[in-house]
């Protein structure tokens, strides 16, 4: 079975985007696929992971220019050393926000002109049966809703995340570009033939929204984790004797460490936090949460680790005596995070900042995760750190259901649901 692949995050960019589509091209392909995907060049971004490439032939991987602002930050960096990466980190969210905001549909549609003319020479060439679509960026529905009509090939929709129907953070701007991103979403939703969630939420929200049918042709995909990262895997040196919490990714929209950092501020006034506490995140940080570190006080006892290969932040993950989850209270109830999975396979407690009856609580709760509160008030994240940290020595009993949430057998199921569509 052929299939054309067209995903912006791919590797050797690292973090969840590119993972999620790293791996289900790996699985589809030992499923019986023949893929060719079709990605970005290069572009400014937080995260790169070489690693990620292994299991991936570097000749069924076509990259295309773009002229979005990612890609015209790279090649600005081209000439200016380190010029495009100090821009990037250096200028305010609000700012980068206000500029994304520019470009109907989102900051990536530069990309579909290149992108739309290497597809249709492809699809010229080649006998695809199925086009397989990951979004964000939303924009690139459109290539495949075109490539589908253009040459009667079929197309699955991947929604990795809420577009429209994101209340808590603005992505599409407002009046015109809002009503052309809305029309634009429910247009690819309906033409697809398959359409692939991230939660079930998404799923749920998108039918309720634009397809009351979409529920009998759509399938949940889940982060999930990969067994087989896990295989052989040691925790890392911790290099201290202190109980170490982690947060490993990135922050962004309302997702701020401000009132945890609070909370460790006022605990360590009243000396109940252990000798030797840190507090590690694992990534690259804007410069309003590094400013929001600088201004908490308690800043010695905050580590920033720069951006792990992906098996690395496993072995650190392993290492950490607990682990740290930001959701903001009024994020959608489908909101589930892709580190959640793989935090709940390493078996570590997870103080999870996050609504109490989201997605990402109902499988808290199912697996035996307990230390749950608000992002937003320093004073229950108080009373949950300190029943995380009282409950240190016992023993505890997880269930995370690891089979169901495991990638390979997802991505199996996915397969099916894929072939399904070409009888």
């Given amino acids: 079975m052929k299939l054309l692949y067209i995903s912006y995050f791919f590797p050797p960019l690292g973090g969840p985007a590119a993972i999620r589509n790293q791996k289900t091209v790996k699985y589809l392909g030992d499923f019986g696929w023949?893929?060719?995907?079709?990605?970005?060049?290069?572009?400014?971004?937080?995260?790169?992971?070489?690693?990620?490439?292994?299991?991936?032939?570097?000749?069924?991987?076509?990259?295309?220019?773009?002229?979005?602002?990612?890609?015209?930050?790279?090649?600005?960096?081209?000439?200016?050393?380190?010029?495009s990466t100090q821009v990037y980190h250096n200028t305010p969210e609000s700012i980068k926000q206000i500029i994304r905001r520019l470009a109907p549909l989102d900051d990536k549609v530069f990309w579909l002109p290149n992108l739309l003319q290497k597809a249709k020479?492809?699809?010229?060439?080649?006998?695809?049966?199925?086009?397989?679509?990951?979004?964000?960026?939303?924009?690139?529905?459109?290539a495949a809703k075109w490539l589908s009509k253009r040459f009667g090939v079929p197309y699955v929709l991947e929604m990795r995340d809420y577009w429209t129907l994101l209340k808590d953070y603005n992505i599409v701007g407002f009046g015109l570009n809002r009503l052309l991103a809305r029309a634009t979403e429910k247009s690819c939703i309906k033409k697809a033939s398959l359409l692939v969630a991230a939660t079930q939420g998404i799923a749920s929200d998108l039918a309720e929204s634009f397809d009351p049918s979409l529920p009998e042709r759509s399938f949940v995909l889940f982060n999930g984790h990969d067994e087989a990262d896990f295989y052989g895997l040691k925790a890392a040196d911790r290099q201290t004797s202190g109980f170490v919490l982690s947060y490993f990714g990135a922050l962004y929209a309302k997702r701020s460490l401000k009132c945890l950092l609070k909370a460790l501020s006022s605990l360590e006034k009243q000396k109940l936090l252990p000798a030797g506490f840190e507090l590690r995140l694992y990534g690259s940080f804007h410069r309003e949460s590094v400013l929001e570190i600088e201004q908490s006080g308690i800043g010695t006892m905050v580590r920033i680790v720069p951006q792990l290969q992906h098996r690395q932040a496993l072995e650190h993950m392993l290492a950490s005596d607990a682990l740290l989850l930001l959701i903001n209270s009024d994020s959608p109830k489908g909101t589930l995070t892709s580190k959640l999975f793989e935090y709940l396979r390493c078996g570590k407690p997870i103080l999870a900042l996050a609504p109490q009856h989201g997605e990402a609580a109902e499988l808290l709760k199912e697996s035996?995760?307990?230390?749950?509160?608000?992002?937003?008030?320093?004073?229950?994240?108080?009373?949950?750190?300190?029943?995380?940290?009282?409950?240190?020595?016992?023993?505890?009993?997880?269930?995370?259901?690891?089979?169901?949430?495991?990638?390979?057998?997802?991505?199996?199921?996915?397969?099916?649901?894929?072939?399904?569509?070409?009888?």
């Fill in 34 to 83: 023949d893929i060719d995907v079709l990605t970005v060049g290069e572009i400014e971004y937080n995260y790169h992971d070489e690693s990620l490439l292994a299991s991936i032939n570097p000749d069924k991987i076509f990259r295309v220019p773009s002229l979005d602002p990612m890609a015209l930050l790279k090649k600005i960096g081209k000439h200016k050393d380190k010029l």
């Fill in 121 to 142: 020479k492809m699809m010229g060439e080649t006998s695809y049966e199925l086009i397989y679509v990951s979004c964000g960026p939303f924009s690139s529905a459109l």
């Fill in 368 to 423: 035996g995760q307990t230390y749950l509160c608000p992002m937003e008030s320093s004073t229950l994240i108080m009373k949950s750190l300190q029943d995380l940290l009282k409950d240190h020595d016992k023993a505890r009993e997880y269930h995370y259901p690891a089979q169901k949430y495991e990638r390979r057998t997802q991505i199996e199921f996915l397969s099916n649901r894929m072939l399904e569509k070409l009888r």
